[in-house]
């Protein structure tokens, strides 16, 4: 068999819940979202009830200023070792898990669930690593899952990693053994999460050709021809949960300093992180744009030094158009008094999100009474914008099939370029892995 290490990746011996434990109630949705909305938590802990649950293994984000939070981190911890002993979560053969995730959007996602190992991600600036994000690490908002994790013995995953396989060579081939592979899950998620479905894949055979698929798309030919000659393969490019991986990074960079013989930790769990691996050619997986919206700003002055820093033309109008050049960047905008479009006459940035956000961040540095939001709805962009003191800025779609290209040739997006899916089709907590030797 192909050595799936030299891809960074580790076969991994996944837990998963109980027979008696209803999957329905044990599944929730990855903890950074609904940040901003109380009541949906509030409600999967109503519908929980007192059944076994990954929300009692997370924090959700919307209560990290909670004045009881360092509790709530300490009884996520307790109830890890808790599940273990009580066999709530029974360990599998290792191998890897094929998923299929309807939504309420498209009638299938398919990924493949496995291990990566950190040593062949990086997150810097610049970074040729075989994994790599895709948008910006912000790292003041690693410190509280950094004390999450390092507290903890279980990762639960909720990062989703994108391949670049326009030929579907290595989940697709897949599905054509599912019928014959041990089906682990099948059933409604809660809250509109739409459906999950899992395929335990142990057979050498499937593994080695899985393997081999995944190789092909590292060889330097293929690289070439994708994005340029003597470009270093990019293998997995993070899709969610940048933050959440970047976090199990440091704290294996952590380890690996603390520790006087790092020979020793050659397979320590900490060195890998579990992850879903999605194709980006999958037509399940659906790219939205994240939207500007400025607040206690003159929309007069912000086009006057937007014009005075960037080459662009401002055009007012009532019916917004894409410029007839396919190939030119811009965005829409709205005020109180006006809307129009911005084409920039020369773009810094292979989409128009990485020649704007540079600005937007100086422009906000000069003026600390002004703030930004970022919006997923047009429509809600469009609404505040028009009110006084606004400026909504609509950002065009996201060609995901630019994505690799994109990350290769200007590194990281800027935070908030993109996201996959609406928030109720991101991934629902389900399995877990021990990082903690005993």
């Not at 938590?41 to 990954?54: F, H, K, M």
């Not at 996520?76 to 299929?100: C, Q, S, T, W, Y």
């Not at 993070?238 to 300093?257: C, F, M, Y």
């Not at 505040?384 to 099939?401: D, E, F, M, V, Y």
Request: net charge negative.
């Amino acid at each position: 068999m192909l050595n799936p290490a030299d891809l960074g990746i580790q076969i991994p011996a996944v837990l998963v819940p109980a027979a008696h434990v209803d999957p329905a109630k044990w599944a929730v949705i990855a903890c950074d979202q609904y940040t901003s909305d109380p009541e949906y938590w509030a409600e999967v802990r109503r519908r929980i009830g007192n059944s076994p649950s990954t929300l009692d293994l997370i924090l959700p984000e919307v209560y990290l200023e909670d004045p009881e939070v360092e509790s709530k981190i300490q009884r996520i911890n307790e109830r890890m070792r808790a599940f273990l002993a009580e066999k709530i979560l029974v360990p599998l053969a290792p191998g890897l898990i094929l998923l299929d995730r309807r939504t309420a959007y498209v009638p299938s996602r398919k990924g493949l669930l496995l291990a990566v190992d950190l040593e062949k991600y990086d997150y810097k600036k610049g970074t040729k690593s075989l994994i790599r994000p895709t948008e910006e690490t912000i790292a003041d908002r690693l410190p509280p899952r950094i004390k999450i994790r390092e507290g903890g013995i279980l990762e639960v995953p909720h990062i989703m990693l994108l391949l670049d396989d326009p030929e579907r060579t290595v989940i697709e081939p897949l599905f054509r053994y599912a019928p014959d592979l041990p089906r682990l899950y099948d059933f409604d998620l809660m809250m509109n999460g739409g459906h999950l479905t899992g395929y335990h894949v142990t057979d050498p055979e499937l593994l080695n050709q899985t393997f081999k698929a995944l190789a092909r798309l590292t060889d330097p030919e293929v690289t070439a021809a994708k994005y340029g000659a003597g470009e270093a393969p990019l293998l997995f490019a993070v899709g969610d949960g940048n933050h959440s991986l970047a976090t199990a990074k440091a704290i294996w960079e952590k380890l690996k300093q603390q520790t006087a013989n790092p020979d020793t930790l050659h397979n320590h769990p900490a060195r890998y992180c579990l992850v879903e691996v999605v194709n980006l050619y999958d037509e399940g997986l659906i790219f939205h744009p994240i939207h500007r919206l400025l607040f206690n700003v003159d929309p007069d002055h912000f086009f006057r030094e937007l014009q005075s820093h960037l080459r662009c033309r401002i055009i007012t109008t009532e019916h917004h158009e894409a410029p007839s050049d396919p190939n030119a960047q811009y965005f829409h905008f709205f005020t109180a008094t006006a809307t129009g479009t911005v084409i920039f006459d020369h773009s810094g940035s292979v989409l128009t999100v990485g020649t704007l956000q540079p600005f937007l961040d100086a422009y906000l540095d000069r003026h600390p009474e002004s703030r930004i939001d970022y919006i997923h709805g047009a429509e809600t962009v469009t609404t505040l914008g028009r009110q006084p003191g606004n400026l909504g800025l609509i950002l065009p779609p996201l060609n995901k099939h630019d994505l690799f290209k994109t990350v290769i040739r200007d590194g990281a997006l800027p935070r908030k370029t993109f996201s996959m899916g609406e928030a109720d089709e991101k991934r629902f907590y389900f399995e877990a892995r021990i990082i903690k030797r005993d």
